[in-house]
């Protein structure tokens, strides 16, 4: 991995506990980190933008709930907004849908994962972080496949192992880490392309 | 073949088949969102237990049942009753008053699946004193969604749900004086349906069909590139009146369209908008 220099976006998706994990996370990229960070994380169908908020308040990188046509840019975090599906299209931009739920969950991470590995190709990142049901696993797969780099949360050290878990079983992702050790990995940076 | 070569394969066949799909039947689906279309068309192989999407469009080329299957794919019906109260609430506030100078009205439901909004805003119409002067057009390209539309039942499992979005929504009776219900289902009431009109319109290759006090069409224009979401949105200022109401899904926008400017916006988190004087 520590050759690959060609990455040019970066997606997570966490579930139950996640919330903690991305407060945590996406503060520690430095304003200037050179790739695009999309998310989902699982939340209420009733939920405001209050986690959008707090997060692009503690975090140097803008932190922004993504709209439908919005081209990606690097150093920007777009998160699904609640009770929508986050696709990326193949020119780069995002497109959101209300079509059924995948693996209960609106937004799914399957859905931002595959479609962006189909958009990035070799040069797509994915994260699965903390969670408690198997949503995640199909989509790391997706980038595997496509020849992404892919990472998965130690189990014991997330706050609910059902996801991690899930995905490091189908997947064999190329690092399992904990939480600080993918923040440290992240936040240097080096592996996007410039 | 290397994986991203599969990838530029699927894409070729992809264009294809929603060429194909269009002259044959008539359904235009090269200007929606690509990754949308890709997912759901996906789908369907699997479903059809087929490898390639050459092969599901030599099926259906040749099969109107396997091109119905698909057309049920690429049609979102998710929808519920009373969805996004905060919506129906900006309506009673900020649109119904105008609406109650009309003597008679008209307002068309563009993308109604399966009739969920219609009979939300029937109950919301008849609870302002507007439902008897008002003429309700609901239309979708969808042919057998129209059918489940008209009828006004829906099942009961999300009873529970629809009644709490009914009260979030500024609501004034009992939701249950609606409609009746049995183990499985809730028929909505007869005199919520009587004025309105169920028809098979295609936003893509229809045109103007009435001339509207408002258009309600949520969750729709997500699906279409910025293209076809110009096009459609010219469309439906053509068949607003001066002064008519457009409103859009709670994520859709009339920012990047050329139509931002015909419009004032009367509520911006709810996406209401008014057609201007020109």
Same mark, same amino acid.
């Given at each position: 991995m520590n050759k690959r220099k060609d990455?040019?976006?970066?997606?997570?998706?966490?579930?139950?506990?996640?919330?903690?994990?991305?407060?945590?996370?996406?503060?520690?990229?430095?304003?200037?980190?050179?790739?695009?960070?999309?998310?989902?994380?699982?939340?209420?169908?009733?939920?405001?933008?209050?986690?959008?908020?707090?997060?692009?308040?503690?975090?140097?990188?803008?932190?922004k709930e993504a709209d439908e046509k919005e081209p990606v840019i690097p150093g920007t975090v777009y998160v699904a907004p609640p009770d929508y599906h986050l696709l990326v299209e193949e020119d780069f931009t995002?497109?959101?849908?209300?079509?059924?739920?995948?693996?209960? &969950?609106?937004?799914?991470?399957?859905?931002?994962? =595959?479609?962006?590995?189909?958009?990035?190709?070799?040069? !797509?990142?994915? $994260? /699965?972080?903390?969670g408690a049901n198997a949503d995640g696993a199909n989509g790391l797969l997706a980038v595997k496949k496509r020849g992404g780099f892919t990472i998965v949360q130690q189990p014991e050290d997330?706050? &609910?192992?059902?996801?991690?878990?899930?995905?490091? =079983?189908?997947?064999?992702?190329?690092?399992?880490?904990? !939480?600080?050790? $993918? /923040?440290?990995?992240l936040s240097k940076g080096d592996f996007c392309s410039k | 073949?290397?994986?991203?070569?599969?990838?530029?394969?699927?894409?070729?066949?992809?264009?294809?088949?929603?060429?194909?799909?269009?002259?044959?039947?008539?359904?235009?689906?090269?200007?929606?969102?690509?990754?949308?279309?890709?997912?759901?068309?996906?789908?369907?192989?699997?479903?059809?237990?087929?490898?390639?999407?050459?092969?599901?469009?030599?099926?259906?080329?040749?099969?109107?049942?396997?091109?119905?299957?698909?057309?049920?794919?690429?049609?979102i019906?998710?929808?519920?009753?009373?969805?996004?109260?905060?919506?129906?609430?900006?309506?009673?506030e900020k649109v119904i008053p105008i609406l109650k100078t009309y003597p008679y009205l008209k307002i068309w439901h563009a993308g109604c699946a399966t009739g969920e909004e219609v009979f939300s805003f029937a109950i919301m119409l008849k609870e302002e004193g507007l439902l008897e002067r008002t003429q309700i057009y609901a239309t979708?390209?969808?042919?057998?969604?129209?059918k489940k539309a008209r009828n006004g039942i829906f099942p009961i499992r999300y009873i529970k749900e629809y009644t709490a979005n009914y009260q979030k929504a500024g609501g004034l009776e009992?939701?249950?004086?609606?409609?009746?219900?049995?183990?499985?289902?809730?028929?909505?009431?007869?005199?919520l349906s009587k004025n309105m009109v169920f028809a098979e319109h295609n936003l893509v290759t229809d045109s103007v069909f009435a001339e509207v006090n408002m258009i309600v069409c949520?969750?729709?224009?997500?699906?279409?590139?910025?293209?076809?979401?110009?096009?459609?949105?010219?469309l439906f200022h053509k068949s607003l009146v001066v002064g008519g109401f457009l409103a859009l899904g709670t994520k859709e926008s009339l920012m990047f369209s050329d139509e931002e400017k015909k419009y004032k916006v009367i509520d911006p988190k709810q996406k209401i908008f008014k057609k201007k004087y020109e």
């Amino acid at each position: 991995m520590n050759k690959r220099k060609d990455i040019k976006a970066i997606v997570i998706g966490a579930s139950a506990g996640g919330l903690y994990a991305l407060k945590k996370l996406l503060p520690a990229l430095p304003a200037s980190f050179p790739c695009p960070v999309l998310v989902v994380q699982h939340l209420s169908p009733h939920s405001d933008n209050y986690m959008v908020r707090m997060l692009d308040e503690l975090s140097p990188l803008v932190v922004k709930e993504a709209d439908e046509k919005e081209p990606v840019i690097p150093g920007t975090v777009y998160v699904a907004p609640p009770d929508y599906h986050l696709l990326v299209e193949e020119d780069f931009t995002l497109s959101l849908s209300v079509e059924e739920k995948v693996n209960y &969950s609106r937004p799914a991470i399957d859905v931002l994962f =595959e479609t962006a590995a189909d958009a990035y190709g070799r040069h !797509l990142m994915g $994260i /699965i972080l903390t969670g408690a049901n198997a949503d995640g696993a199909n989509g790391l797969l997706a980038v595997k496949k496509r020849g992404g780099f892919t990472i998965v949360q130690q189990p014991e050290d997330a706050e &609910s192992q059902a996801m991690p878990k899930a995905a490091i =079983e189908l997947v064999k992702p190329h690092k399992i880490f904990t !939480l600080d050790e $993918i /923040i440290t990995f992240l936040s240097k940076g080096d592996f996007c392309s410039k | 073949m290397q994986e991203n070569d599969i990838s530029t394969v699927e894409n070729i066949e992809l264009e294809l088949l929603l060429q194909a799909v269009y002259l044959q039947y008539g359904y235009d689906f090269r200007n929606y969102s690509r990754a949308h279309v890709k997912r759901r068309v996906k789908h369907r192989l699997v479903q059809e237990g087929m490898k390639s999407i050459s092969e599901l469009q030599n099926q259906i080329l040749h099969d109107k049942t396997a091109f119905d299957r698909l057309v049920r794919d690429l049609s979102i019906n998710v929808t519920e009753m009373f969805r996004n109260p905060a919506f129906y609430k900006s309506v009673r506030e900020k649109v119904i008053p105008i609406l109650k100078t009309y003597p008679y009205l008209k307002i068309w439901h563009a993308g109604c699946a399966t009739g969920e909004e219609v009979f939300s805003f029937a109950i919301m119409l008849k609870e302002e004193g507007l439902l008897e002067r008002t003429q309700i057009y609901a239309t979708d390209f969808n042919p057998y969604i129209i059918k489940k539309a008209r009828n006004g039942i829906f099942p009961i499992r999300y009873i529970k749900e629809y009644t709490a979005n009914y009260q979030k929504a500024g609501g004034l009776e009992s939701f249950s004086d609606y409609y009746h219900a049995n183990d499985e289902l809730v028929i909505f009431d007869k005199n919520l349906s009587k004025n309105m009109v169920f028809a098979e319109h295609n936003l893509v290759t229809d045109s103007v069909f009435a001339e509207v006090n408002m258009i309600v069409c949520r969750n729709v224009l997500i699906y279409f590139n910025n293209n076809l979401q110009n096009k459609v949105l010219h469309l439906f200022h053509k068949s607003l009146v001066v002064g008519g109401f457009l409103a859009l899904g709670t994520k859709e926008s009339l920012m990047f369209s050329d139509e931002e400017k015909k419009y004032k916006v009367i509520d911006p988190k709810q996406k209401i908008f008014k057609k201007k004087y020109e």
